[in-house]
Each structure stands twice: as structure tokens, then as C-alpha cells.
């Protein structure tokens, strides 16, 4: 059987992965880090969990113990789709670069262009970004990218996803032809299979089994709804509170951000201990949000797929997935968060007829049928509901919709958010608004969705360029639909329109 030191990693690295208590490296590991030392391009084809950062971030460091970086000329570069992916690699450079003196520089969304320039100036010997960010450093002129000589393009499919090919393409080309590619996807569409053609030189292809099948030890359930999200919102409250004597935590999936931002607006109205996490909040609050959920101070976490793909989330008692994934995979990758290390853990999914062809998908993925809670979807009464929850305010629904200007939905957005936050300061009243540094703060008393409450004010105070790290149109998480505020009707008041600067 392979061995770290059967690898020909240097002693300073073996000595760091012994500390970190590994032994046997993974399949992506034994397959990516030979090649990687001998300078070769790399294709892995492998997912998150395979232990693929590891199988980049050893050979790096071992190839780094030469030479030394020069201000602004960083001399790696690795590209990560989400901040919290980019953030959970520089962690890894800790981890396993504990015998080295490497300076790390991250580069992403969310947080303040001041300190990143600092650490570019010092000389990166390994930069860590976004493409975004990365860009917009570039375009400032504060960057050079012609002593990179290693360029790690990590989660190429969910950059596809995320619309980042084309900022790629950009980032690949300022970097000098010698250089090496280590490159990583757990899926090959055409649009990745052309990328590699175009800037891989002769790679070495690497692909480990992705994950088919689900944990022994997840009890897996679907249950019917109707189509609308506030039916959707009814059941799954009904189903967290049935599971409560054995519900520790849970993750609700969405698979858009702005069912996140509704959802776990409805929970922490309906006083469920919930936060959310998806692409549109700033740094701050995603980073504080999955803290405190790993930390155990908060039980429900909404999230996006994006937001959540990959991280190093504990073992959760129960995944809810108030809707069909689009991607089967991801259904896998979803449930995969509970259950773990033998545990036990419950997964329900909640359908409508509309999911049908998709919970087909996932079913043939798996390779097994899912049971049903209570009645299938053929036991589903026809609905002569509205398709939206009934609104508050004048204005009927028979009213046309008035002429929506350019980037209405973005000014209309933003102050529903506030409102929503006040409303929930006031419902309750513990919460004092007070300034800290030169921007107004809402401060929560100890209430169980405080965290919640806290993270959403500060996104909604995030500076505009923080604000999301997609900036240019292709540049939006898979997820971002956007959204119009509701409970006004068609009478939208006139201040709700003005565009807040923070
Ligand atoms: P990754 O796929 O890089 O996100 O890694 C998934 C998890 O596997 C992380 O928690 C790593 O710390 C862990 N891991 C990485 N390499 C190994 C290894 N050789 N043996 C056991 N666990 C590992």
C-alpha cells in the first residue's frame, strides 16, 4: 500500500501530514502528487471530500521550499469558485505548512482591499483567490502575474456554474505559457473539456470515483408538497417540529438565494433558532454564520448549495432539502452532511409534481427508490391556491404590474431586507442600534436568533464592492435570481425606491 513518504514530498511536509494524524494518502493524493513534483500539469477529476486540496497544497509547498517571493509577483496562484472554499485552502496552508515560513495571501470578496495589498506588498508566495477579487486587484494595477509558476484552478465546474469561465480564461492568459497547471473538477461538461485543451499542456488525467451513493446510516424520506413556498414553508416547519426530540442540528438547502434569505426569514418568524448562509452575504456574516453553527450555538442553518459546497461542516443530525436539488450530485453531497462516521442521521426532501423528472435523476443516481413519509405525490389534491402566499396591502393581483425601470429589483431588495430586520428588532425589542465604527449596527441581546438577525444586518450594511463578489453580470452565483419584495402589492412606496448608500 502507498505511503505519504512513498510520494517524494519533503520531510518538513511528511512531518506536518504525520502531525495532522494521516497515514495513508487518498486515491486523488496517491494518483495527483508524484506527477505534481515532477512539474507536470494534473486533471483531477474528483470532488470535495476526496481529499483533493490536500493533494495540491502538499506538492506546492514541498516545490515552494525554493526560492523566495517579490513584492506584488506572487509566485503560486490557486483559484477557488467561493470564499469559503478559498478561506478552508488557506486553512490547509497552516495545517500542513506548519514547518515552513511560506507567506499566504487571500484574495477574496467581503473583506477590506487595504489589508489584502499589505500582504501583497510583503511578496505572496501563494495567493489564494476568487477570480473577482483576484481581477479587480489586477485592474487596480496593484498585481503582476508574470512570476506565477504554478496556477491551481480548483472546482472548475462550479466556476462554470457560477459564470467565472470567462474571468478564467482572462486569468490564464496573463500568466506566463511556462508555467504548471493543476487543475480540478468533479464533472467534465464540454465547456471544462474545452478549457483544459486550451491551457493544460500534456496533462496527467486523474479521475476518482465520484460519489454515487448515500450513507448506510441516512434515513432518507421524501414527502409531498404543493408547489407553492409558502406550502413548501408550512410543511417543513411541521417536519422540524416532529423530528424535535432528536433533532441536534440541521442544514435546509435551497437551491436559490433568495428562497434562503425568505426561508430563513419565515424561521426566525416563526422563532426556530436559524441562520442562513448563501453567496449575497458579506464575508463577515458568512464566516461568523458557520461558526456559530459549528459551534453548536445555532441549530438550523439555511444555505444555498454554493455557499455550503464543499465546506468542512460537522456531522448534522438531519438534512432538509426544501427543494429537489437540480443537480442530482448535489443530492448526494447534501445527505452526505449527515449520518457520518456511522452516526445516524435523517434526510427529507420535500417534492412537488414540478420535481418529478429531477427526483427521477436522483433516484437512478442512487440506485434506489426513496421512500415516501406520507402518500406520494399521486395522492396530492389538484390546488386552487394562488401561486404566491396571499399578500398584504392594496393592490390586487388583477392589477397590472406597473413598468419596472432598470435594476429596480436591486434598489427594491435592499430596503425590504432593512425592513424585515427592523420588524424583527422590534418583535424583539432586545435588539439596540448602535454605531460602530462609521456604520450604524443593530447589536442583539443573548436570544437564540440573534446570530441570525446579526448576520443579516450585516450584509445588508456591507459596503457596495463587498457586497457580493460577482461584480460584472457573468460573474453571479448559480443561485442569484434575485428578488422583489413582497407584502406591498403593487403600491411600492416612494422611499422604498430611493437607493441607500451605507
Ligand atoms: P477535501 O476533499 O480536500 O475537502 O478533504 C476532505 C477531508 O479529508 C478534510 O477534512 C481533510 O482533512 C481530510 N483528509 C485529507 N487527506 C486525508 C488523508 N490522507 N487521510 C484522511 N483524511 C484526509
Partial sequence: MTTFTDLGLSPKVLDAVEAAGYTIPTPIQAGAIPHALQRKDVLGIAQTGTGKTASFVLPMLTLLEQGRARARMPRTLILEPTRELAAQVEENFVKYGKNHRLNVALLIGGVSFDDQLRKLERGADVLIATPGRLLDHFERGKLLLSAVDILVIDEAD???????????????????????????????????TKLTEQFLHSPVRIEVAKAATTAKTVEQKLVKSGKKDWEKRAILRDLIRAEADGLKNAIIFCNRKKDVSELFRSLVKHEFDAGALHGDMDQRARTTMLANFKDNKLKILVASDVAARGLDIPDVSHVFNFDVPIHSEDYVHR????????????????????????????????????????????????SSEPDEAPRRGRGGRDKPAPKRRRNEGRERERPQSEIDIIAAAEKAKEIEVEPLDDQPVIRTADKPNKVAIKAENDQRRARPEQRSEPRRDHRRDRDDMGAAPIGFGDEIPAFMLIDTKI
Avoid: N
Wanted: contains cysteine; proline residues 6%; glycine residues 8%.
Fill in 158 to 192: 462550479r466556476m462554470l456554474d457560477m459564470g467565472f469561465i470567462p474571468d478564467i480564461e482572462r486569468i490564464c492568459k496573463l500568466i506566463p505559457f511556462t508555467r504548471q497547471t493543476l487543475f480540478f473538477s468533479a464533472t467534465m461538461p464540454p465547456e471544462i
Fill in 335 to 382: 445527505i452526505g452532511r449527515t449520518g457520518r462516521a456511522g452516526r445516524s442521521g435523517k434526510a427529507f426532501t420535500i417534492v412537488t409534481q414540478a420535481d418529478a423528472k429531477y427526483l427521477a435523476a436522483i433516484e437512478k443516481l442512487i440506485g434506489e427508490d426513496i421512500t415516501w413519509h406520507d402518500g406520494d405525490l399521486s395522492t396530492l389534491p389538484v
